[in-house]
DNA sequence: AATGAATGAGCATTCATTCAT
DNA sequence: AATGAATGAATGCTCATTCAT
């Protein structure tokens, strides 16, 4: 019950955005009445937080086991960015939902979450710098922008990316790694 | 009056979002009536209507100027990512209410809306084959994943970038332009 | 432009109710701006108490025209029928609003119109009262109950019916004295 | 608490009209609060859809039993004149609402008690034409016509029949019953 | 004679939440 | 583990009315 409330919600949360839906339209979906809800969930807004703690855990620690196999800085960098594609395919469409919503969190848990956020982006500037610094990267790269710059590119495929579509995810994953690795210029002038 | 309740709204959709923000926090903050609010706009779907056109119909007006006055793909592009960037910097929150409150829009309305969405990026993908056709991108690329990633870079950006901070608009678009043309590989390989 | 807007509200007041009718709703019909009603009219109710005043007034001197011209009781009453009838030819739907709408007065205004009523049913009364007295009708009848059934046969007809349908408004008239004079029974028993 | 709505409902219908009660006005008289109301009912149109429901099912009801109980024509109209006023007494006010406030459904529901109310009256006319043909009724009535007259008659009581006068239910409808089937002339002439 | 702008109160409805059962 | 009933606050919106122009 408590995982189809989260799974309804997630659903609704994307379609219509936290505020627009409401613990009705929640538990209208499974045929319970709220009161039911309640039961779970103290409220409305630690079943934001459940889902954000989830997801992001869940990405840190796939993150955390990619670091500690991968030797060189690209092949990190390729196996985030395959991470980061590749949960839009199983996650789908959760991720909209954590970029979105965020705000709706009390102070406290939107902390909580931002440094958790904080933390992964970190880790691929990490990655970054350690790429710039063994020579694999070029040097005059601001690592911080780059990261940023990265994970606009994978999370912005969010919005548009249809992972039924004619291209597949595998596909996407390949050829944005390629974008950021090479850039799209034909020779350096 | 009816420009100041644009600019209170959008800060606010900015700051809570838009089904957060109520039509008395709008015109509280002006110290106006809720009856002031609808002798100007039909609904609040209208202002946020009023928003998003506003802001689509400027940024088709100015992109299509640069196709005019650019000649080669390569400067085109460069002068679109500077017009998405410094953006941030002239209209501030605009954006971040336009990619985000979409869906609140009656469906008509929505459509309308990604109907000039399209065309932007339709226009920008034709760069990307004018480059690729000219020599001057790299052949491999697929046109329309270039322009979701190129997108993806510049308006991530509205969600950390601080034009008040260390880094100026114009580095940030400098950088950027660099990172799409070049990616970040020390050399080819 | 008055007489316009009167002519409007009776049609709306009708049509949806004096309450669900709204002043914008007036205007609108007519292309003008609300100051103009409160030019014309000191306030929503005071309209409301002008259609009231104009309906029962033309239909109090007319009916005094018929007691003074009629001679026999029969002959008053078949002519008051017919005027109320004929009415619905006339003014058409201002019956409708006259019937339902009275509790939207002030209760000074109310109590006017209430003794103008008041002042028609009981010259009906008078009527059926003299027919009795020479004969005309029967003896033993309530003369007030018999007035108020009259008038709930005439006044419903507004519920009803159409002039524009089969039925002429002369035929109806008719019909409805035959039925006041002669009862549907096919003999005394 | 539902059927404690509805009554409240009903006493401010008839002394205001239904667009000028507002559910304030209703769940203030019973000291509970509007989610109240709103847990019970759907709507406030739903709620005098209810009303109006309830109010015709029953008067179809109870028609219904009387055309089988009597065998003449006479004697059936007889019993229904009664219905319909004896309903004075019992449902008191529901009747007002019934008659005047039918604008303010949906026109689906307004369609769905038209049908019934047509329904009613069509027993009636059947009623009418039965006793022209079996020789009860006089030949050249027009039926459709005396059957609105009938319903003009007793519907008209409801605006300004009090049971608790001097006349009682009782008189009143023996009165109505011999005016509809004698008249009010003293011979035929 | 009419407009444009504004007000303040009120409206139907929805909401997250509570709680006895 | 879940329901049914209720609350109180808020929401988007409409209303009759006013008034300077």
Chains 1, 2, 3, 4 share one sequence.
């Not at 991968?70 to 996650?91: S, T, W, Y």
């Not at 009390?106 to 933390?119: C, D, L, S, Y």
């Not at 063994?134 to 606009?152: D, P, S, V, Y």
């Amino acid at each position: 019950m408590k995982a189809e409330l989260i799974k309804e919600s997630i659903n609704l949360f994307v379609e219509k955005g936290f505020s627009a839906t409401s613990i009705q339209d929640i538990v209208d979906k499974l045929g319970v009445t709220k009161g039911s809800f309640y039961y779970h969930f103290k409220s409305k807004e630690a079943l934001l937080m459940h889902i954000h703690l989830s997801y992001i855990d869940d990405l840190l620690k796939r993150q955390k086991t990619i670091l500690e196999t991968e030797k060189e800085a690209r092949g990190k960098l390729v196996k985030v960015v395959e991470l980061l594609i590749h949960d839009i395919e199983k996650q789908g469409a959760l991720g909209r939902v954590y970029y979105r919503e965020i705000r709706h969190l009390t102070p406290e848990n939107a902390a909580t979450i931002r440094k958790k956020r904080a933390e992964f982006r970190d880790r691929i500037e990490s990655i970054i710098k350690e790429g710039i610094e063994n020579g694999e990267f070029r040097k005059n790269l601001e690592a911080k922008m780059i990261t940023f710059g990265i994970l606009g590119i994978t999370n912005w495929s969010y919005q548009w990316f249809n992972p039924k579509g004619d291209l597949s995810v595998r596909e996407l994953a390949d050829m944005y790694t390629d974008f950021i690795l090479h850039g799209i210029q034909s020779k350096d002038s």
